[in-house]
Nanobody, 126 residues
Framework: QVQVVEHGGGSVQAGGSLRLSCAAS????????IQWFRQAPGKEREGVSC????????HYAESVKGRFTISRDNAKNTVYLQMNTLKPEDTAVYYC???????????????????WGQGTQVTVSS
């Protein structure tokens, strides 16, 4: 059974850090693009960062460039999102999703992601 499960959300003050993890089961990470999405109340879902299936390249939304880092540990079949210098506007539910349909261009394209986690809340207070 293909599954992705997120861990690591929580509450921090502005300027703080959190690390999210996305544990995959039922498939090999190398075969899938993995993306972190987020959705804040009253806002559309946003692609935050992805790691591509084709060459493992990483991509970031402009709003998080220089602050967030996505990485993959194939031995643990887990993808991480290190979030530094957090801002109140980063507050959202963060979702991990997997796609075997996308190549290099993996950021966004939510409809092409087959498998989704349940989400984890990140709250950043000012």
């Amino acid at each position: 059974q293909v599954q992705v499960v997120e861990h690591g959300g929580g509450s921090v003050q502005a300027g703080g850090s959190l690390r999210l993890s996305c544990a995959a089961s039922g498939f090999t990470l190398d075969d899938y693009a993995i993306q972190w999405f987020r959705q804040a109340p009253g806002k559309e879902r946003e692609g935050v960062s992805c790691i591509s299936r084709s060459d493992g390249s990483t991509h970031y939304a402009e709003s998080v460039k220089g602050r967030f880092t996505i990485s993959r540990d194939n031995a643990k079949n887990t993808v991480y999102l290190q979030m530094n210098t957090l801002k109140p506007e980063d507050t959202a539910v963060y979702y991990c999703a997997a796609s075997n349909a996308l190549g290099y261009y993996c950021l966004g394209y939510g409809n092409h992601y087959n498998y989704w986690g349940q989400g984890t809340q990140v709250t950043v207070s000012s």
